[in-house]
């Protein structure tokens, strides 16, 4: 699991981790994040109801996710939307990229701004990225080091 590596660096890191892909979730969620930084409305603009959940979350549901109490996207569905299709793939991408960076950059500088005002030593924030080089140079261009982890073929996802 990717969440080991920060285990194997002797237990919780000295800096903070910022997941993209759980931003990419959280997105996703209706009623998760603020105001500005959901996906949910235009997703399922784009894509059609045929991608929500047939019934409202439980409370147990909402709870565990955070979210409110509108149907959730099944993530199936519309990976099989998207991926039967490079240009919904495209579309989709176009909807959720530009505001998964605008958070990932939010949380960076908050993270620099909370660490000078309580005078932590390391400031350092290391961002997950699975797709980093996919996402194209725009992205790469912030990150002054770049540390990839590989594994064996029977250990990933």
């Not at 990419?24 to 969620?29: A, S």
């Not at 530009?98 to 701004?113: A, H």
Request: proline share 7%; with cysteine; net charge positive.
């Amino acid at each position: 699991d990717k969440g080991d590596i920060g285990i194997s660096v002797g237990g919780k890191p000295p800096f903070a981790i910022i997941d993209v892909d759980r931003i990419g979730h959280d997105i996703l969620i209706p009623g998760k994040l603020g105001r500005g930084e959901s996906a949910y409305e235009n997703v399922v603009s784009e894509f059609g109801t045929a991608i929500l959940s047939k019934s409202p979350p439980t409370p147990d549901e909402m709870k565990a996710d955070g979210g409110d109490d509108r149907p959730r996207i099944e993530r199936r569905s519309l990976g099989d939307v998207i991926f039967r299709d490079p240009s919904k793939r495209r579309t989709l991408n176009k909807l959720t990229h530009p505001l998964i960076s605008k958070i990932m950059v939010k949380r960076v500088i908050t993270w620099n701004i909370f660490a000078r005002a309580n005078r932590t030593e390391n400031r350092l924030v290391a961002v997950d990225i699975p797709l980093l080089y996919e996402v194209g140079l725009k992205m790469r261009i912030l990150f002054g080091l770049v540390v990839v982890v590989a594994c064996k073929p029977s250990t990933q996802l």
